[in-house]
């Protein structure tokens, strides 16, 4: 998704973001170099990418979300903030803000996800006659030795899971 940041030792003479100038400077003023400076801020913002753990986990940025089905209408989801074990403090501090900017109940990234997972339960209600619609980027699609690919914001991974899933879920 963001490929500049998949390798964090890649283009480290990048302009530092306006958004980490705080953190680098906090960094600077305890003493870090400025290679380490940037190898820092760029670790705070996590990898440039978001992996699915098929059935129930994802990794975005710096984040690991786990979903865990309680029951047939409710599912337990905890959300964990990777910090940097023995890292700077001021590093911590700013993936935790970060976490809670994308995780929190008016974030970036939670918010839209709960409100498409209560709906989906909702839709699930109206029953098998109720077809559910995951066809963004079907006309797309292309094989691929382990399945189909598709664009980053087609729904092929999700058509994936759900095959899978019915798949595990048949006698």
Do not use: C
């Not at 380490?36 to 992996?51: D, E, M, P, S």
């Not at 986990?57 to 964990?80: E, Q």
């Not at 109720?130 to 189909?148: K, S, V, W």
Request: proline share 8%.
């Amino acid at each position: 998704m963001i490929p500049e940041l998949v390798d964090l030792e890649e283009n480290l003479d990048a302009p530092i973001p306006e958004r980490f100038q705080t953190l680098a400077q906090a960094l600077r003023d305890e003493g870090h170099d400025e290679p380490q400076v940037r190898r820092i801020v760029r670790a705070v913002g996590g990898a440039g990418f978001n992996l699915n753990l098929f059935p129930n986990v994802s990794f975005s940025l710096a984040f690991f979300r786990v979903l865990t089905p309680v029951s047939v209408d409710r599912t337990d989801i905890r959300h964990i903030a990777i910090g940097m074990d023995g890292g700077p403090d001021a590093a911590n501090r700013a993936r935790l803000r970060l976490h809670e900017h994308f995780q929190g109940p008016m974030g970036f990234g939670s918010p839209d996800d709960a409100e498409v997972w209560e709906r989906i339960q909702r839709g699930v209600q109206g029953g098998a006659a109720l077809p559910i619609l995951i066809n963004r980027g079907l006309d797309d699609e292309q094989p691929g030795e382990a399945g189909p690919r598709g664009h980053i914001s087609a729904e092929t991974g999700m058509r994936a899971a759900y095959d899978m899933w019915k798949r595990m879920m048949q006698p």
